[in-house]
């Protein structure tokens, strides 16, 4: 599809199977013929002791020909719905530092065919909501299939001008609607990863954050040298709406910088506990990591700020690589 809706196309009709059947691990493998690609797999899968959802759709792309790939037989574009059924819900995007309800918090020119999500978006309305997380495609269209402006685009009057309320996004995965410096076509399987839990009530941002970052980045096993590691963690943060983006030995090796991030929408005042001793003293700092001034009892963090903090720790480098 380009910019024709009429011409828009699903994928075929689904052989459903039982891919594993615990007791760790359940999954359901959902085989699909699907337009421009070889195979479209989806896997449902849940993993015991979780309260999440795992989506792992793969596509099997053929490769576009095109006699121009600036004409529109020459485009395409694969994308995921979601339409969420929470009735009266409200969609809220996850960005960097910040959250944006759409048409809400933008600007009147801002682009509202497409928006990006960092890590999350969620739909909740009092009740409950789903928290909807994309490890691999940020590129999101709300209410309705809406990128459908090819190559580029000068003309103010054709572009969107609001997205009303809506629970329904798409995931938009691939496309080649641009005339850029990249190949214009996409071949051979690609994975797409989205994880989706449930809540009950309003979303709280620093649990849709911590969800996201944990599959985002993951922790990576390596062989382990020298001492065992401590058995606890180096310090934990207090309360739960603020997190830890940063966590380092200094570049001059004589403390430790923390990076706080208050996720909610009122001033924090975070508690920090140490596992072993307390620092020799605690600095507000900034990206110099220089101290600038001293600190005692809790830190003071705006919402949806950031604070730098220096940490001085007898020795803090050979304390950090154990």
């Not at 359940?26 to 896997?43: F, I």
């Not at 606890?232 to 200094?250: C, N």
């Not at 430790?256 to 700092?285: C, H, M, Y």
Request: glycine residues 8%; proline residues 7%; hydrophobic residues 40%.
């Amino acid at each position: 599809m380009g910019d024709d809706l009429a011409a828009l196309q699903r994928s075929g009709p689904a052989k459903i199977t039982v891919r594993d059947k615990g007791p760790l691990v359940a999954s359901l493998l959902v085989e699909s013929d699907a337009p421009g690609c070889h195979k479209l797999t989806r896997e449902i899968r849940l993993v015991a002791g979780g309260d999440y959802v795992e989506l792992l759709n793969t596509v099997d792309k053929k490769r576009l020909e095109a006699a121009s790939y600036y004409a529109k037989e020459g485009k395409e574009s694969v994308k995921f719905a979601f339409p969420f059924n929470v009735p009266g819900g409200q969609l809220r995007l996850d960005v960097p530092l910040g959250v944006i309800r759409p048409e809400h918090d933008q600007m009147p020119s801002a682009c509202k065919n497409w928006l990006t999500a960092g890590r999350w978006a969620d739909v909740a309305n009092r009740d409950f909501g789903v928290t909807w997380v994309t490890l691999d495609a940020p590129l999101v269209q709300v209410g309705g299939i809406t990128a459908t402006l090819l190559n580029s685009q000068t003309n103010p009057d054709v572009w969107r001008k609001h997205i009303e309320p809506t629970q329904k996004l798409y995931s938009w995965a691939m496309n080649n609607h641009w005339g850029t410096n990249y190949r214009a076509y996409q071949e051979g399987p690609v994975v797409f990863r989205f994880i989706l839990r449930p809540h009950r009530g309003a979303c709280h941002d620093a649990e849709a954050s911590r969800l996201a970052t944990a599959f985002s980045q993951p922790l990576v096993a390596v062989p382990g040298r020298g001492r065992a590691p401590r058995a606890t963690s180096l310090l934990r943060v207090e309360p739960a709406d603020v997190l830890v983006t940063g966590l380092k030995p200094s570049d001059d090796g004589k403390a430790i910088i923390v990076r706080l991030f208050a996720a909610g929408d009122q001033t924090a005042n975070a508690r920090l506990a140490w596992s072993q001793s307390e620092p020799k003293r605690l600095w507000l700092s900034d990206t110099s990591e220089k101290p600038i001034s001293e600190l005692r009892g809790r830190v003071s963090i705006p919402a949806r700020a950031v604070v730098t903090l220096r940490a001085e720790i007898e020795n803090s480098r050979e304390g950090s690589r154990r």
